[in-house]
Each structure stands twice: as structure tokens, then as C-alpha cells.
T-cell receptor, first 114, second 112 residues
Framework: DTAVSQTPKYLVTQMGNDKSIKCEQNLGHDTMYWYKQDSKKFLKIMFSYNNKELIINETVPNRFSPKSPDKAHLNLHINSLELGDSAVYFC?????????????FGQGTRLTVV | GQNIDQPTEMTATEGAIVQINCTYQTSGFNGLFWYQQHAGEAPTFLSYNVLDGLEEKGRFSSFLSRSKGYSYLLLKELQMKDSASYLCAVRDTTSGTYKYIFGTGTRLKVLA
């Protein structure tokens, strides 16, 4: 059983296009995240949702719009794609609090903008 | 602000022991996590410390000193499959909610 799954795994698109990445978790977690990992492998938080409510927006350009239809899903829509958006995007989920509450990651979506 | 530092690369020999250090600065510390990430894959959880001291899990151990803002991950009896990036992450509550802030990762190469 996949805990956090995201689709697609690979995405190649042209500059200026609009694309979406979907994420679903079956762990019953209340909190979900989007992270961006650049070519230097630095994993940077973009957004966090708790129970469908946006709680963290790390000064991401407004071309990026997350949407959480329910607490098990967090999708990421990107408008007017730019070359600098090329990266691996990871979805993650965790319990909002508690002793462990480690984040579980999806397999990543490698976005290449050409 | 929040800052996490760890060495960029380390090399060790199969069967040896390696220690990967991590220092952090945050005003809302709520736990330190270590993750392993193989090339092209997702980060996977290795260990968690919230109190000072050593947590042992098989070949892997993690240590935390909150007063020093310092942690290390100790890998014993290194195997070739341990070649990966190791990410130190702090769970931070400065913004009033939980978020995981990652260091840049330490790429470990295990040589035969």
C-alpha cells in the first residue's frame, strides 16, 4: 500500500504552459506539504495545509496555487511555467503534533521545463 | 531566523563507522529528524530526537544536544547500500504551526 502517492512521476513541458501535480495520502494525516528540491538537492518547503486549510506559504510566486479538496489530497497547480521551475517536487504528510510525527514523502515529480 | 548546517560530502569505507554532524539555529525547536535519500528517490525517515541524548536503531544512532544546537547521525558497519544523502531536519514552530526545515544534506559515499 502506497502511503503518499503523487502523479505524474515525470513531467516535461514547455515554458508558459500550465500544469498540475496531484498528491494523495492514505495515512489519515491531517497535515500535508509541498516541497521543492532543486539541482543542489536542497529541500525547501513551499506550502503546508492542515485539514484543508493553508497554514504555511513560504513566499512562493503566486503562479503556484495549491488546492486541498479534502485532507487526504493536496494538489499543486503551476501557471505560466518558467525554466527556473525545473526541479523535483515532493508531497509529504504528517500528523500535526505528537511524539513522532515524522513527515512521509511521496516519490516525487521531476518537472522539466524546456 | 532558521539555519541548518551539515557537511556537503563525506567518504568512508565499507565496514567502518561514520558520523554526520548537524548544527541548527531555531527559536521554535520541536524535534530533530534524520532522513536518508537515495538518488532519484524520496527521503525516508531514519530517526527522531526531541530530548537530549542518544537514540539507537540497529546500525544507526542519532544524538541530540539542544543547548548546543547540535545533532549527529552515527552509521556503523557501513554497507555499500548506505551510499546516499543524509538530511538533517528540524521541526519548527516559530510560525505558530509545525514545519520541517531541512539542511542541504550530506552525500555519503561508501567505498569497497
Amino acid at each position: 500500500d502506497t502511503a503518499v502517492s503523487q502523479t505524474p512521476k515525470y513531467l516535461v513541458t514547455q515554458m508558459g504552459n500550465d500544469k498540475s501535480i496531484k498528491c494523495e495520502q492514505n495515512l489519515g494525516h491531517d497535515t500535508m506539504y509541498w516541497y521543492k528540491q532543486d539541482s543542489k538537492k536542497f529541500l525547501k518547503i513551499m506550502f503546508s495545509y492542515n485539514n484543508k486549510e493553508l497554514i504555511i506559504n513560504e513566499t512562493v510566486p503566486n503562479r503556484f496555487s495549491p488546492k486541498s479538496p479534502d485532507k487526504a489530497h493536496l494538489n499543486l497547480h503551476i501557471n505560466s511555467l518558467e525554466l527556473g521551475d525545473s526541479a523535483v517536487y515532493f508531497c509529504a504528510s504528517s500528523r500535526p503534533q505528537g511524539a513522532q510525527a515524522e513527515a512521509f514523502f511521496g516519490q516525487g515529480t521531476r518537472l522539466t521545463v524546456v | 531566523g532558521q539555519n541548518i548546517d551539515q557537511p556537503t560530502e563525506m567518504t568512508a569505507t565499507e565496514g567502518a563507522i561514520v558520523q554526520i554532524n548537524c548544527t541548527y539555529q531555531t527559536s521554535g525547536f520541536n524535534g530533530l529528524f534524520w532522513y536518508q535519500q537515495h538518488a532519484g528517490e524520496a527521503p525516508t525517515f531514519l530517526s527522531y530526537n526531541v530530548l537530549d541524548g542518544l537514540e539507537e536503531k540497529g546500525r544507526f544512532s542519532s544524538f541530540l544536544s539542544r543547548s548546543k544546537g547540535y545533532s549527529y547521525l552515527l552509521l556503523k558497519e557501513l554497507q555499500m547500500k548506505d551510499s546516499a544523502s543524509y538530511l538533517c531536519a528540524v521541526r519548527d514552530t516559530t510560525s505558530g504551526t509545525y514545519k520541517y526545515i531541512f539542511g542541504t544534506g550530506t552525500r555519503l559515499k561508501v567505498l569497497a
